[in-house]
Structures are given as C-alpha cells and as structure tokens.
C-alpha cells in the first residue's frame, strides 16, 4: 500500500512540474515591457514628472480634468521592467478614480490632466510623486514608476 502511495505521488509531482516548465507550442505568456521613446521626446513637468503621448485620443471631446471621475485602463513597471500592476493583464477591468482628489499617486493626478479619451499617455514618476521612501507590495522604496495609461473617458454616473 505504501508503495501505491509513493507512485501516485510521483505522478502528481510529474504532472504539477510539467506544468511549470516553459513549452514550444506558442502557449506561454510574457508580459510586455514599457515601450521606449527618446528621452528628448518626453514632456518634463516642473515636479520632475516626464510624460509622452503615443496615442492622442479624441480631441473633438473634452480632455480629462481634476474633479472628473475618470476611466483609464494601466499598466505599471518598475524601471528594470518588472510589470508590478495592470488593470490589463491582472484584472482585465478598468480602473475609475476622481482625478485631482488624491485618490491615486500625485504622479497620477498630475500626468492624465489634459489626456483625450482613447489616448494613451506613458508617465515617468519620480518616486517623490509615486510613493516615495516607503516600500508597497512590489515596489521598493524610492522606486521611479513607469506608467501606461488609456483613458478611457469619464465614467457615466448612470
């Protein structure tokens, strides 16, 4: 009995291992990088926030401004490419918050004012505008977060 025991063991270790190793068939997954642009590229904000447009969005609608509860779709690394959040690839749900009201890193706050609806926008965040010398999750302290963020547009109080 003991020896039926230690043979199904080794195979549910086999197939729980196969499992973990990478395979040839296309099935794996990798989460992208931020995309790079030329440094000289980025909008520099006086608080050291840097940001660039890829995608302009909508300009015949109002662009995004504080007090506005907002959609945006994000996905956030760290500056060695690590992918710590995405309302993307994690949750695959959009994210609403009420722009200008601290809601968000000031980062945040300061860098989607002035986006269109369906633009996306790449923000660069000095850890004084992320979270500073404290450690979240993830994220170390005085980290500098990159940022891709799609707004969506403003979210429907119906």
Same mark, same amino acid.
């Given at each position: ?30 989460? *992208? ?48 490419? +690590? ?6 690839? +994690? ?5 609403? +918050? ?18 269109? *609806? ?8 000095? *850890? ?18 990159? +940022? ?11």
């Amino acid at each position: 009995m003991k020896s039926l025991y230690l043979l199904i063991s080794f195979v549910l270790v086999g197939f729980i291992l196969s499992g973990c190793d990478s395979n040839d068939d296309g099935d794996d997954f990798e989460l *992208p990088l931020p995309q790079e642009f030329n440094e000289a590229d980025y909008t520099v904000l006086d608080s050291g926030l840097r940001y660039i447009d890829f995608v302009e969005g909508d300009t015949t609608l109002a662009p995004a401004e504080a007090g506005t509860s907002i959609l945006v779709h994000y996905s956030g690394w760290l500056e060695n490419g +690590f992918m710590f959040d995405s309302s993307v690839f +994690f949750r695959g749900t959009p994210f609403n +918050f009420l722009l200008g009201a601290g809601q968000v890193i000031r980062g945040w706050d300061e860098g989607i004012v002035g986006m269109y *609806p369906g633009g996306q926008r790449q923000l660069v965040i000095p *850890p004084a505008l992320a979270y500073g010398q404290i450690a979240r999750q993830n994220i170390p302290a005085n980290s500098t977060l990159i +940022f891709e963020v799609q707004y969506i547009g403003v979210r429907s109080t119906q």
